[in-house]
């Protein structure tokens, strides 16, 4: 494998158990600092905010296997 790549598989969302989907999804919320103008929005909004992007599509899980970590991305950004 070239190392200089970042090979990238989506993992099937909806095959994970609740609480951890919820979980990765609060983690990558919470690096994100996401600046939502002036409307603070809660962890909790967000959190559903990103699983309905993932519900309908306009955004992936997805797996790094350079990087051994897992991000979520808008689908159009996903080169895999």
Known sequence: ??????????????????????NLIESFVLREGTDYGEQERSLEQKVKDVRRQLASGDAVLVW???????????????NG
Not at 7 to 20: G, H, R, V
Not at 64 to 77: A, D, F, Y
């Open 1 to 22: 494998m070239d190392p200089t790549s970042d090979n990238l598989m989506i993992i099937p969302w909806k095959e994970l158990d609740s609480e951890t989907l919820d």
């Open 64 to 78: 790094s296997e350079l990087h051994e970590t897992v991000n979520i991305m808008p689908r159009g950004q996903f």
